[in-house]
């Protein structure tokens, strides 16, 4: 079955430090991996994407993706955390079986304290 | 471009009360969906279309909901009767629907409080 896992609830980090967000994905063939986040009472909003090629992917906000095969995981990081990213992130993998859908994950609540 | 579109953002009513939600997606965009999202389920797929035709509508709750897509710029989320337990945010997405690569654009959501 094709599923998303974000392992954690939520994580904790300081203003400044690397942050990262875990997911780990679990698809037959090539997956198509995103990263969305949603802010207090905001809808969800794109970040990132893998598709195919480099498997760093850069997106908004200064966040950035590395997908990897071998650990099915593609962890959301960002090198210097901000206190305005704390907000809840969503991993999702593309349905292969219905290519219009995308499988979410929990959510991952991030939390940047000063 | 203003993104997606929804109205209102905000909904309080009675329980047994008749509800419609809307949905303006971007433009050009070919595939829609409707999603709702409690803290208790979290983020579920509700129904969605594809130039303007329902495809899986296996996430509908049950015969309360009801979704239409009369053309290719509104869709329409209906609850008849309202009950407390429907009480979440409802967010309407769209996507060019050509690709499995296509990215997903959601709307602001509209919070729905049945008492």
């Known amino acids: 079955a094709q599923s998303v896992a974000q392992p954690e609830d939520q994580v904790n980090v300081a203003e400044g430090n690397p942050l990262t967000v875990k997911c780990t994905y679990s698809?037959?063939?090539?997956?198509?991996l995103f990263w969305y986040v949603q802010y207090p009472n905001r809808g969800l909003q794109f970040l990132l994407k893998y598709i195919t090629g480099d498997n760093l992917v850069k997106g908004s906000y200064g966040f950035e993706a590395e997908f990897n095969k071998s650990q099915t995981s593609f962890h959301l990081k960002k090198p210097s955390a901000l206190v305005s990213d704390s907000a809840l992130y969503f991993c999702a993998v593309r349905d292969i079986r219905d290519t219009d859908k995308l499988i979410f994950g929990t959510g991952t609540r991030l939390q940047v304290f000063p | 471009d203003a993104g997606v579109i929804q109205s209102p953002r905000h909904e309080v009513t009675e329980m047994g009360q008749e509800v419609t939600l809307r949905c303006k997606p971007i433009?050009?965009?070919?595939?829609l969906f409707w999603y709702r999202q409690t803290m208790m389920r979290g983020l579920e797929l509700l129904i969605y279309f594809n130039n303007n035709v329902p495809i899986d509508d296996s996430g509908m709750p049950e015969d309360r909901f009801s979704a239409k897509m009369p053309n290719a710029s509104f869709s329409t989320l209906k609850i008849q009767p309202s009950e407390p337990r429907d009480s979440a945010v409802y967010f309407c997405a769209s996507t060019l629907g050509y690709t499995g690569a296509d990215t997903q654009y959601f709307g602001p959501g509209t919070r729905l409080t049945v008492l």
């Open positions: 698809v037959s063939g090539n997956p198509y």
């Open positions: 433009s050009g965009h070919n595939s």
